[in-house]
C-alpha cells in the first residue's frame, strides 16, 4: 500500500508545473516538505513517475530509488511502519518536481523534528521508554546492550517478590516471581531468566514466558519485553501474540472510582427499600447472617490455602474476619434488594432487548450485560418508588450516603486485611 491509497487533499492546489509521464525520472525540488509528515523535507529525493492522478492540477505517485531510501532519516522509515504506510511512495504535485538529471543525490536533512508522544499502551513505546527513546527512534535489536539495559530497568523498578503466572499455563496457576538471575554470555538465547516458586519447587524460567499479576505498571513492562524479545528473535516467522494493554485491567484509580460509584447507585436503591418496605430489616438481618457465614468458610479457608502456596506457617484469621465482614454487607445489600425483584426481572429483561437490538443493528460495544444490569436497577428503583415515593426519596438519600461510608469503611478493612496476609518465603 503507498503511503496514501489516494492523494491528500493537501496536495491540490493552484498550478500545474511541468507534466511527466509513467517512467519519468524526477528529484524533488528544494523547499517540498512530505504532505504526510511536514518536519521532514523531501528536497533531493530521486525516483521515478509510477502512476498519475489526473485531476486538476495532476498529481504524480513517485516510487524513491533504493539509494534514496538508504540515505533518509531513520525517523521516516520509523513512522511509515508504525502509520501502516508504504514509504517507498509518496504523491506529489508537478510543480514540486523536476527531471532527474543524475548525479550525486543532494537529500535535506530534517531541521528539527516533532516525534509524536510516546504511548503507554503500545509495546514498542514502552520498549523506548525503557531506552530513553522518543517515537522516531528504531526499536533496539536484542543484543547483550538491550538485555543489560533491560535486566538494569526490571533490577531497580521490579518490586520482589511478586505474584505471578506463566503465559502459557492453563487455569492461571499461581507463581511467585523471585528474583532476576545474572545475564548469561549466551543470554540472546533465552533473554533475562528468572527464578520462580512453583508448585513448591524453585525453578528457573525465561522472563518472556511470565505475566505478573499484580502492579499493572511495571506488569505491562513485563509483557512489552517478552513480546520485543520474542519478535525480535533471529527465525520467528510468526510473531507471538501477546496481551493487548488497551484491553488489559483498568488503572487502580479507575478501578477504585467504579466500585464507588456501584456503592453510591445500590446505596441510594438498599434505602429507598429499606425505607419504603417494612419487611426489608427483616431481610437485611436474615441475608447478612447468611451470607457472613458463608463468607467466614470461604475466607478462611482461602487464606489456608494461600499461606500453603506461599510456604508460610498455617493461619485463617485474617480471612475469616474478611470473609465475615464482606459477606455480612453484601447478604444484607442482596436480600433487601431482592425486595424490589418484580422491577428488576422487568427492567433486566428490558435491558436485554435493547442490547440484542443494538447488536442487531451492528453497534459495538454497548455492553449488553450493562444494559442488563442497568435495566435491572432501574426496574427496581421504579417498582419502590411507586411503592412509597415519599419514604423511597428520603431512604434513598441516607443510602446514598451510606453507600459512601461503606465504600471508605470496606476499603479500610481490605488494605488492612492485605497489609497482613503472608508475603512469599524466599
Known amino acids: 500500500m503507498a503511503k ?23 528529484r524533488v525540488r528544494a523547499g517540498v516538505l512530505d504532505p504526510d509528515f511536514p518536519d521532514i523535507p523531501l528536497a533531493g529525493w530521486a525516483g521515478e513517475v509510477a502512476d498519475i492522478d489526473e485531476t486538476s492540477p495532476p498529481l504524480y505517485l513517485i516510487r524513491w530509488s533504493a539509494e534514496t531510501l538508504s540515505k533518509v532519516t531513520p525517523a521516516y522509515t520509523v513512522r511509515c511502519e508504525r502509520e501502516v504506510m508504504d514509504g517507498d511512495e509518496t504523491w506529489l504535485l508537478g510543480k514540486d518536481l523536476e527531471a532527474d538529471a543524475g548525479g550525486q543525490l543532494a ?56 505474584p505471578a503466572q506463566f503465559d502459557d499455563a492453563p487455569g492461571h496457576e499461581l507463581l511467585v516471581l523471585r528474583c532476576l538471575l545474572p545475564l548469561e554470555d549466551d543470554a540472546e538465547e533465552e533473554g533475562i531468566v528468572v527464578e520462580v516458586l512453583h508448585e513448591d519447587r524453585i525453578e528457573t524460567v525465561p522472563l518472556y514466558e511470565v505475566s505478573l499479576l499484580a502492579d499493572y505498571d511495571i506488569g505491562d513492562d513485563v509483557l512489552a519485553y517478552g513480546e520485543w524479545f520474542v519478535d525480535s528473535r533471529p527465525g520467528d516467522a510468526t510473531p507471538t501474540q501477546f496481551p493487548n494493554f488497551s484491553t488489559r485491567l483498568p488503572s487502580l484509580e479507575m478501578l477504585l472510582g467504579r466500585v464507588l460509584l456501584a456503592f453510591l447507585l445500590i446505596g441510594a436503591l438498599f434505602g429507598a427499600i429499606l425505607w419504603a418496605d417494612d419487611s426489608a430489616v427483616a431481610m437485611a438481618e436474615g441475608g447478612g447472617l447468611l451470607c457472613g457465614v458463608i463468607g467466614i468458610i470461604f475466607g478462611a479457608r482461602s487464606e489456608a490455602l494461600l499461606r500453603r502456596t506461599l510456604l508460610r506457617p498455617p493461619g485463617f484469621l485474617i480471612g475469616l474476619l474478611l470473609g465475615a465482614t464482606l459477606g455480612t454487607v453484601f447478604g444484607a445489600v442482596f436480600a433487601v434488594l431482592l425486595l424490589g425483584f418484580v422491577g428488576v426481572i422487568a427492567g433486566a429483561i428490558l435491558g436485554n432487548i435493547v442490547g440484542q437490538l443494538l447488536s442487531a443493528c451492528g453497534v459495538r460495544n454497548h455492553g449488553t450485560f450493562r444494559l442488563t444490569f442497568l435495566g435491572s436497577y432501574l426496574g427496581a428503583g421504579t417498582y419502590i418508588f411507586l411503592h412509597d415515593t415519599e419514604k423511597a426519596i428520603t431512604g434513598s438519600i441516607y443510602g446514598f450516603l451510606g453507600g459512601g461510608g461503606a465504600f471508605l469503611l470496606t476499603y479500610a478493612v481490605m488494605n488492612w486485611g492485605m497489609s497482613r496476609l503472608p508475603r512469599p518465603r524466599l
Request: aromatic content about 6%; overall charge negative.
Open 4 to 26: 496514501e491509497d489516494t492523494p491528500s487533499k493537501a496536495l491540490i492546489s493552484s498550478g500545474d508545473g511541468p507534466r511527466y509521464t509513467v517512467g519519468d525520472s524526477v
Open 107 to 162: 537529500i535535506v536533512p530534517p531541521q528539527k523534528l516533532s516525534p509524536r508522544p510516546l504511548e503507554s499502551d503500545d509495546s514498542e513505546d514502552r520498549v523506548r521508554a525503557i531506552f530513553g527513546l522518543t517515537g522516531d527512534d528504531p526499536v533496539p535489536k536484542i543484543d547483550q546492550a538491550s538485555l543489560r539495559r533491560f535486566h538494569e530497568y526490571f533490577t531497580k523498578n521490579l518490586n520482589l517478590p511478586q
